[in-house]
């Protein structure tokens, strides 16, 4: 490859030749047609039981909204995918006051299944491999999965409350600019949920013989020609 | 590995970044949003006569149903990530060129697969229009992105095998 000045080299943390973890799956054909059959199963379980796969997200998000925002929010549930934030504000006649004194309290929806979809896409994509010890090896994607989308469901939350409280919240010292929100809420819900599992995918499946056989292929040339 | 993770997280967050800037969104991602619903709607037309599109908005003149297509659903993220991931991977300039406009066309294709479904599952269940819609065609078009960039390396991986036989 001249043109582009270097190469991609075998990595030393990717096994190769027989020490190459050896999934179900090694060819793209194979993998494609196992996700295609498994996304459908992995996602009719994940919308029955969706407050269960998005629970640690929202608890990590509760935590993070409880010590970041103290003078804003008051309590966080979660019921039929929905995160319920509500504040310590209310309303009257446009002004936004104690919700004590405004005999109101305001609270914002999440729909924490905008972000948890990420989970039932990366089963899919995880089992599609056939890895051996599959249901262990799921658990450390898991969590970073579940750190991610809590990260998703507090920039969520942070952009409710910039549209609702508009400068009562924004004027707060531990609120950054209102661009910042906005970036990190479309990121967030826009990129991060459908490109996270992709991303831990390939890096937990780097050694497997499909992935190391198109990563490292001038390593192996042999395994290209699944 | 660490080299391409570090170039394609990169690029994704700055083009991600610039993506979002007023202007460009104002004269590159609006009107090609624009031009995603004319074409849709121009390949629905034949099939059905009450099918108009007005800008970003496509609807149905019979049932009234509308949809407008907004960020997310035009498939330029989905473009960035692929574009980032085959800039960060190396090889010879002319394969990224390639790679990045054929995936780009089957990313779009996809795209369109998807408004047009979306158009119709909306005037028919809007509870499935939102599932489908919010969470699932999401799935299906990161999972062009990584089919496309598979095969792309499957196609790399195969050139260097030739040119090591050559």
């Not at chain 1, 909204?65 to 549930?77: A, H, I, K, R």
């Not at chain 1, 989970?119 to 970073?144: C, D, E, N, T």
């Not at chain 2, 007023?22 to 709607?41: H, K, N, Y």
Request: hydrophobic share 55%; with cysteine; proline share 5%.
């Amino acid at each position: 490859m001249p043109e582009s000045g270097w190469r991609l080299k075998p990595d030393a943390k990717i096994p190769q030749g027989k020490d190459r973890e050896d999934e179900g799956v090694k060819t793209l054909r194979s993998f494609i047609l196992h996700v295609l059959a498994l996304l459908p199963l992995s996602f009719l379980l994940w919308y029955a039981i969706s407050d269960y796969v998005a629970a640690p997200a929202y608890l990590l998000s509760g935590v993070i909204l409880n010590v970041w925002l103290p003078d804003v929010v008051d309590e966080v549930t979660l019921r039929n995918g929905t995160m319920m934030v509500s504040t310590l504000f209310g309303e009257v006649n446009g002004a936004f006051i104690d919700a004590y004194i405004a005999g109101n309290q305001l609270a914002y929806p999440v729909d924490t299944r905008l972000q948890s979809y990420a989970i039932p896409f990366y089963v899919a994509l995880h089992f599609a491999m056939r890895p051996k010890q599959g249901l262990s090896r799921l658990a450390w994607p898991l969590m970073i999965l579940w750190l991610v989308l809590g990260l998703g469901l507090v920039a969520t939350s942070a952009k409710n409350f910039m549209l609702g409280l508009g400068t009562t919240f924004l004027d707060l010292s531990a609120v950054p600019t209102a661009d910042a929100i906005a970036l990190a809420y479309q990121f967030f819900t826009i990129m991060a949920p459908a490109l996270l599992p992709v991303v831990i995918w390939i890096y937990t499946f780097r050694g497997s013989t499909l992935l190391s056989s198109l990563l490292s292929a001038a390593a192996n040339p042999a395994q290209a020609m699944d | 590995m660490t080299r391409f993770a570090i170039i394609f997280a990169v690029l994704l967050l700055t083009l991600f970044t610039v993506e979002l800037l007023e202007p460009v969104q104002r004269m590159v991602v609006q009107p090609f949003t624009g031009l995603l619903a004319d074409i849709s709607a121009a390949l629905m037309m034949p099939f059905d006569g009450y099918v108009q599109s007005s800008g970003r908005i496509i609807s149905h003149r019979e049932t009234g149903f509308a949809v407008s297509i907004e960020a997310g659903c035009n498939g330029v993220e989905a473009a960035i990530v692929l574009i980032a991931a085959v800039l960060a991977y190396p090889a010879p300039i002319a394969k990224k060129a390639i790679a990045i406009g054929i995936g780009f066309l089957a990313i779009q294709a996809l795209n369109i697969l998807r408004i047009i479904s979306l158009f119709y599952i909306g005037q028919w269940n809007l509870d499935l229009f939102t599932w489908t819609h919010l969470y699932l065609w999401p799935v299906l078009i990161m999972l062009d992105v990584l089919v496309v960039f598979l095969l792309y390396l499957r196609h790399l991986a195969r050139q260097e095998v030739a040119s090591s036989y050559a």
